[in-house]
């Protein structure tokens, strides 16, 4: 294969049973407001919930904040398996023409002090390489608090023909929430691919 020299766009090949993509950068707030009321229906029909109750509020509530919240990221996710799940948000964010030790700078969360007045439990996060070949990483801290333990996940990939690094975090104030979804968020960055203009994904 020809080594490419354009990016004509992204490909995001992900379980839509699992994951429920949010409006990307750039959406404007009515749009932002369509999607809620959308994404909120579309919740209801897969809980059986009923409008105007208690749960469909609720539904309407975390949809809203997730949508539009200030998450600094192109692309967000969430999940939400069952009505009494903790939400699990993913934020995706495509870095062009930037060094990579200034990627992982960037997007190493322990460059400023956790909230609530945390710590971290280590510095050295536990890394492990989930596609060698494609060169896709995760690597996980952890946060400590008068909460308890708080993940930060990276997953990260590196698209040299393009100089594009792929970057996908997870922070939640859940260790439970994040171990159970640990596979779907690998899962999800597997998924991530930059497609050429011969529509080739890399």
């Given amino acids: 294969m020809t080594t490419p020299t354009t990016a004509t766009g992204m490909h995001l090949d992900f379980d839509t049973a699992v994951w429920l993509a949010g409006p990307p950068v750039g959406t404007t707030a009515d749009e932002i407001a369509r999607w809620v009321v959308d994404a909120t229906a579309a919740c209801m ?4 919930v009923t409008a105007h109750t208690a749960q469909a509020g609720y539904l309407h509530e975390v949809l809203n904040s997730f949508a539009t919240a200030e998450l600094a990221c192109d692309f967000r996710f969430i999940r939400l398996r069952a009505l ?5 948000i993913a934020r995706l964010n495509i870095i062009v023409d930037t060094p990579l030790e200034e990627v992982l700078a960037a997007t190493d969360p322990t460059a400023s002090a956790p909230a609530a007045g945390g ?3 280590e510095r050295a996060p536990q890394t492990e390489t989930l596609d060698e070949q494609r060169g896709l990483e995760r690597r996980t801290w952890f946060a400590v608090d008068d909460g308890g333990i708080r993940p930060h996940v990276r997953h990260h990939r590196r698209v040299e023909a393009y100089d594009v690094d792929l970057v996908l975090s997870c922070a939640a104030h859940s260790l439970r929430a994040v171990a159970a979804g640990m596979a779907d968020l690998d899962a999800l960055a597997r998924g ?3 497609v050429d203009e011969n529509g080739a994904q890399w």
Avoid: A, V
Wanted: zero cysteines.
């Fill in 45 to 48: 029909d897969d809980f059986d």
């Fill in 84 to 88: 009494n799940d903790i939400p699990l």
């Fill in 119 to 121: 710590r971290w439990y």
């Fill in 192 to 194: 991530i691919s930059i």
